[in-house]
Nanobody, 125 residues
Framework: QVQLAESGGGLVQAGDSLRLSCAAS????????MGWFRQAPGKEREFVAA????????YYANSVKGRTTISRDNAKNTVYLQMNSLKPEDTAVYYC??????????????????WGQGTQVTVSS
């Protein structure tokens, strides 16, 4: 069973960049599709980006496309979320998630059954 731990959140100004990391335990990390989701206060958890087990396929929410990159290092059991040109509306708790269906990329909360504890990202205007 994979366990996830996010890091890299913090308080930044609008226009800044931030890289989130998600470290996974377990020996079968490369078999998992990894996703990033976020949840702002009073809102539902929403999809941000996902990457297939090999890293060959990625998918992004329209709200972050063009300024966000998801990547993974299977040798380090880590997935990253590089966010540039951050906006106040990007403020949320960001969660890393995993599903063992690593051949595809998945975008729904219900597709994932393993979640990290979340890391807060706050973007000030």
């Amino acid at each position: 069973q994979v366990q996830l731990a996010e890091s890299g959140g913090g308080l930044v100004q609008a226009g800044d960049s931030l890289r989130l990391s998600c470290a996974a335990s377990g020996r079968t990390f490369s078999g998992y599709c990894m996703g990033w989701f976020r949840q702002a206060p009073g809102k539902e958890r929403e999809f941000v980006a996902a990457i297939s087990g090999s890293g060959g396929n990625t998918y992004y929410a329209n709200s972050v496309k063009g300024r966000t990159t998801i990547s993974r290092d299977n040798a380090k059991n880590t997935v990253y979320l590089q966010m540039n040109s951050l906006k106040p509306e990007d403020t949320a708790v960001y969660y890393c998630a995993a599903t063992p269906s690593g051949l595809s990329v998945w975008v729904k909360v219900s597709n994932y059954d393993i979640w990290g504890q979340g890391t807060q990202v706050t973007v000030s205007s």
